[in-house]
């Protein structure tokens, strides 16, 4: 059997593949390394991660993408076809139908450049999907229903909430905030409070392992290495949850407050459903501790976290990409 149909969760930080049938097949880094010289693409995904501050002049490790959308084209366009290829294997009869998840805050031209890619990517077709919308078939919610639902997915560029009934959406929101802000706040608070200077590979360790929304009664430390402000010289030093916490106070309530601003914008009816149900939160950066209880806390609307969250976004591209006719009317523009 040929599969001619891939669901694409094309994030800022990661990208995740879904066959159907088959599930997730790739979760690699959106990360492509380049040769300067020749303009040469030398590795992508989870290769050139390892590359990522560790590169001689000669070589740049890039992410093409940034808050959810396409910076750098040509790389992206690589990046695709690389992906596509190690999914369907070497040899095929057919290309592939591919849908793309996007942030709903896109634009026209922005949207049309993902479409583009994918196609010289080796696509047959290209369908975009709304990312909050592919987040809550993926999260299982019944968005076919006559019945509000609120999904709240943070990426690592942007974050993303929306209320969704009928198969529409009826409210929502997007800031150009997510996981990557967070690692870029972290780092600045630990230069500035401890003269230490982190990479981006560390900051992100840190707020994986001892990262919260809200502050911990019992603290997580964690020991971590840079490079001395004042000196120049290779440090070690102890940071806590606390200082995490700190760090990332200003892009949470950036989050908390588009949320708010959805359910301001929804129509009561709406919103007495979302109170009963709850908001469901979707994203690799909803996995960060106590985010939900920091929305309960800030909203008044009980939220929780969906099952398997980092992959709701490409599980969800899948389902709808294995359901098109259903979908098609409501939320897929195709080319």
Do not use: W
């Not at 999260?139 to 999904?151: E, K, N, Y």
């Not at 490409?314 to 709808?320: H, L, P, S, Y």
């Amino acid at each position: 059997m040929f599969a001619k149909r891939i669901g694409i969760d094309l994030g800022t930080t990661y990208t995740l593949v879904h066959l159907p049938k088959r599930g997730i097949v790739i979760n690699e880094p959106s990360v492509v390394a380049i040769s300067l010289i020749d303009r040469k693409i030398l590795a992508v995904g989870n290769e050139a991660k390892e590359m990522v501050g560790r590169t001689p002049e000669t070589i740049v490790a890039i992410k093409p993408l940034k808050d959810g959308v396409i910076a750098d084209y040509r790389t992206t366009e690589a990046m695709l076809r690389y992906f596509v290829n190690k999914a369907l294997g070497g040899v095929r009869l057919f290309r592939p139908e591919v849908m793309i998840a996007v942030p709903a805050g896109i634009t026209s031209t922005e949207r049309r450049a993902v479409t583009d890619a994918t196609i010289a990517a080796g696509a047959k077709a290209a369908y975009i999907i709304k990312e909050p919308v592919a987040a809550a078939i993926g999260a299982d919610i019944p968005i076919g229903s006559a019945s509000g639902h609120m999904i709240i997915d943070i990426g690592g560029g942007t974050a993303e909430m929306a209320v969704i009934s009928l198969g529409g959406i009826v409210a929502i929101n997007s800031v150009r905030v997510g996981g990557n802000k967070f690692d870029a706040a972290i780092a600045n608070y630990v230069r500035k409070k401890y003269n230490l200077a982190i990479g981006e590979r560390t900051s992100e360790e840190i707020k994986i392992n001892i990262g919260s929304a809200l502050y911990l009664e019992n603290k997580l430390t964690m020991e971590i290495k840079g490079r001395d402000i004042v000196s120049g010289l290779p440090r070690m030093l102890t940071v806590t949850s606390d200082d995490v916490t700190d760090a990332i106070q200003t892009e949470l309530e950036a989050i908390v407050a588009s949320a708010k601003q959805v359910l301001q914008n929804t129509p009561p009816e709406l919103a007495a459903d979302i109170m009963d149900k709850g908001m469901v939160l979707a994203g690799g950066s909803s996995l960060l501790r106590n985010i939900d209880q920091l929305f309960a806390r800030t909203t008044g609307v009980p939220a929780y976290v969906a099952d398997e969250a980092l992959f709701c976004v490409a599980k969800g591209t899948g389902i709808a990409l294995e359901n098109l006719s259903s979908y098609k009317r409501s939320i897929l523009a195709t080319n």
